[in-house]
């Protein structure tokens, strides 16, 4: 048998295990939001209060889909785009500034020992006040001051777990590979990155849904209006609850979709996990 067909024969019972946990999540679901419905319905709860789940996805329908489908008339569907927009080039930044950082600190051990305390010192920092000093510098108007926003957030976890995952190699690796004649580069390729491939999945799992809580914390403190985090707040304050919460819907499934997306990354970057994934 070859390698191939082992693999696919070990990846078949991971799968099945996969699609085995979609009809519990389902029931989870189900029964909470009938709950929630129906707890709205017998205590006879203001909408204003806490809106119905039914209400919530009728506005989600009609705020996305709008009058003609345009994003002009569909302010759920425009808002959710921009946002998203905001989250997805931040994350890519942080990512990029974030292995890179990694990899000097692991090539430059001096540099290292300079840059961890700071890079450590901005990840303490909030959200809330990094947000309107980068409004202030980078200006309202735009989209960079939000992207930078994100871009922190991301920066330090993945940063911290590449690192790890450089530095983190068995001393008889390094060893072997030196009694070879290997250079640095040589053994940063063919050792530091493929150990560090498991650290850095694992910080873009942790990640992806990290960077919409971002963008939409930063979007608080200004900017265009045509974003989520400005329609959850005007709708909120008018409680208008259903359309905050449509808004809010909507950030879910991006912050999802982009932790799925993460889970695929990870499914094909380390195929030789499946058949652990298989019990």
Known sequence: MSAGQALKQTARPSILGRLNQIPPALIVGVVFFGAWELAVRIFK????????????????????????????????????????YIAVTG???GLVFGVALALTVTRFQRVGGA????????????????????????????????????MVVVFFPVFINTAKGLTDVHPDQLELMRSYGASDFTILRRVRVPNAIPFFLTSLRLAAPLCVIAAIVAEYFGGPQDRLGPVITQN??????????AAIVVASAIGLSLFGLALLVERYAMPWKRPAEAV
């Open 236 to 245: 909120a304050s008018f409680t208008r609850y259903d359309s905050a919460w």
């Open 115 to 150: 840059l961890t305390p700071f890079a450590v010192a901005v990840n303490a920092t909030p959200i809330i006040a990094l947000a309107p000093i980068f409004n202030n510098w980078f200006g309202i108007t735009g989209n960079f001051s939000n992207q930078a926003i994100v």
């Open 45 to 84: 709860i203001k909408e204003f209060l806490l809106p119905k789940p039914s209400s919530i996805w009728k506005e989600v329908v009609s705020q996305w889909s709008g009058a003609d489908g345009t994003l002009s008339t569909a302010p759920l569907k425009a808002a959710g785009w921009n946002t998203g």
């Open 91 to 93: 994350l890519i930044l």
